[in-house]
Every structure is written in structure tokens, then in C-alpha cells.
């Protein structure tokens, strides 16, 4: 009897084994591949589901949950290098009956990347149109959401495709012109008095150069493992050159302040959410967005830096579902009256 009961804390002990063994063999010599699972594992448990749209040739991946209904559908445009599922921690914090779309940005992980297309702000916000179009999402006015880049393209989309859009929220957008130097433009000033513009601050190769990032976008210092520093490299190397032309062709003159040049013809309601020590683009936008876009809603918030998203994600998932209540209230009012 001892013999079978030893026998079986054997077999369970064996049995056990096997996952812990694979998961820190995973950790150690695959990296990359433990964090794809990690973000399929999340997609799964948030119920987000992955789907692809194609416009003629192009393809488009994106995420979604819930279907649309009475209250607007919520769509998601990443930032520079980024993915759709840079967006699961704040879906975390929204409805299960918010209709949310995560789209992949053009060139960006599941959609398609052609060295013929146009990647500038204007030429992108023309692929999410057709994304849109594909989806049949404007089949009534939705609301648009964008970070970084993707709040630059967000802001140009608004004032190009006025008819789609019922509200518009912007987080430390890219495109517009800042009266104070922020630390990422003084290291890209440097780098080009230097020739060496090669290596961008956002394009990491290394895992100390991915550290470096980090500290750069987010005023939380988060202590991330090397072997996960490694991993995320690992997944961006591939991409590299690619980031390096996108980089450059919206830094150049026709894309550097496109949301500026356009802002004046945002007519929807636009919340602007922005971390006050943002050290990759000054939080002085804010101003000035205010300034030239009427119903502008501002919200700084101390403590966070770039990646407002990663460090905020219940607050800002608050906000935005605030925003989109005071509008709904100040509807049904104007019905009223």
C-alpha cells in the first residue's frame, strides 16, 4: 500500500513536472514565444476575438468583442510599433457589451506590410478608412481612440471622414508642435548632429537598449526580468527595418504636424488625455489642441508618463467611458429641449 501511494505522488509529481519544465525552458531559451502565449492567453480570457478584412489585395487583422448596439462602437488605433493588444489593459476595464475594434495599424503585425504603400499619416488614415468601409463599422458614427502615432492618425481621420466619427479621444498624440523640448526630440537632435540616426530610441536591438525605451515612455519604472527584455526584443528585430523607414517617413515634413494642419477641422467632441511627464512628446500639445478644437475635453495625469495605456489603463478606461456618458446625457438634453 505505501509502495502504490509512493508510486502515485511519483506519477503526480512526473505529471506536474512537465508544464513547470516547459514553461521555464520557455522562459529561459524562447522568450518571445512565452510572451505571444501570454497575449493569446489574455485575448482569450478578455473574449477578444481575432479576425482578418481584405480590401482588394490588403489585408487587415484585427480584434474584437461585443457587437454593435445602441451606444457607439469603440475603435482602437495603436502607436508606433506597436499592436492591437496594446489595448487589452484597458479593455480589461470596459463594458463586455462595448462593441471594441483593435485594429492592427498598416505594416503592423497581422496586416499587411508593401514597401509601396503609403505610410504617411494621411496615406494610413486612408487605409483605416478602408478598414472601416471593410468592416461596415460607419455604418453608424462611431468613436475613434488613438495613441502616439495612432492618435495622430486618429486626429487626421476625424477631420477627413467627419461623417464616420461621433467623438474623438486622443492620447499623447503625435503631429503637432511643442514649446518645450521634450527628452526623446532632444536625444533625435542629437543623434542627427551626430549622423547617427540610425539609432532611434524607439527601435531597440538590444536588451539594455529595450530597458532604455522603457524608462524613455513610461514615468512608472517597471522592473522587467532580462530574459523578458530579450523576448521583446527578439519579437521586434525582424520588424526593425521597416520601424526605421515608418520613422522616418512620419518625422518627415509632410507627416511631422499633420494633426496640427488638421486640427481646425475636427468638429466631434474630443477628449484629450495626456501623462504629464510624458518624455516622448510634451505634454504642452494638450494646449494647444485645446486652443483649436471647440468641444475639447482635457485630462492630465500626474505620475504618468508616455505610455499612458500601460501605466493608467483602469483610469483611462474610466475616462473614456465618462466621456462617452457626458455626451450620451448632453444628447438626450438636446432631444429634450
Known sequence: MDLDVLNMFVIAGGTLAIPILAFVASFLLWPSALIRIYYWYWR?????????????????????????????????????????????????????????????????????RSVLDDYSISGQAERIHQF?????????????VGTSMGGNVA??????YPEDICSLTLICPAGLPSTTESKFIKQLRELQESERIDRIPLIPSTPEEM?????????VRFKVP????????????????????????IVNEKSRHSLHENMSKI?????????????????????????????????????????????????????????LALLHSMGNNKKQA
Not at 478584412?53 to 451606444?71: H, I, K, T, V
Not at 500639445?285 to 504618468?304: F, K, R, T
Open 267 to 323: 468638429k466631434a467632441p474630443t477628449q484629450v488625455i495626456w501623462g504629464k511627464q510624458d518624455q516622448v512628446l510634451d505634454v504642452s500639445g494638450a494646449s494647444v489642441l485645446a486652443s483649436a478644437i471647440p468641444d475639447c475635453h482635457v485630462y492630465i495625469l500626474e505620475n504618468c508618463g508616455h505610455s499612458v495605456v500601460v501605466e493608467r489603463p483602469r483610469k483611462t478606461a474610466n475616462l473614456i467611458l465618462e466621456f
Open 226 to 249: 532580462q530574459q523578458i527584455l530579450q523576448g521583446l526584443v527578439d519579437v521586434r528585430i525582424p520588424h526593425n527595418d521597416f520601424y526605421r523607414k515608418l520613422f522616418l517617413e
Open 155 to 160: 486626429g487626421v481621420y476625424a477631420a477627413q
Open 44 to 112: 482569450r480570457a478578455l473574449g477578444m476575438q481575432v479576425r482578418y478584412a481584405n480590401y482588394d489585395d490588403y489585408q487587415f487583422c484585427y480584434s474584437y468583442r461585443g457587437r454593435p448596439g445602441y451606444r457607439p462602437s469603440i475603435l482602437m488605433l495603436h502607436g508606433f510599433s506597436a499592436h492591437k493588444d496594446m489595448w487589452l489593459s484597458i479593455v480589461k476595464f470596459l463594458p463586455k457589451n462595448l462593441h471594441l475594434v483593435c485594429v492592427d495599424m498598416p505594416g503592423h503585425e497581422g496586416t499587411t
Open 132 to 144: 472601416v468601409e471593410c468592416i461596415r463599422l460607419n455604418r453608424r458614427p462611431f468613436h475613434l
Open 211 to 219: 530597458a532604455d525605451m522603457l524608462k524613455l515612455c513610461s514615468y
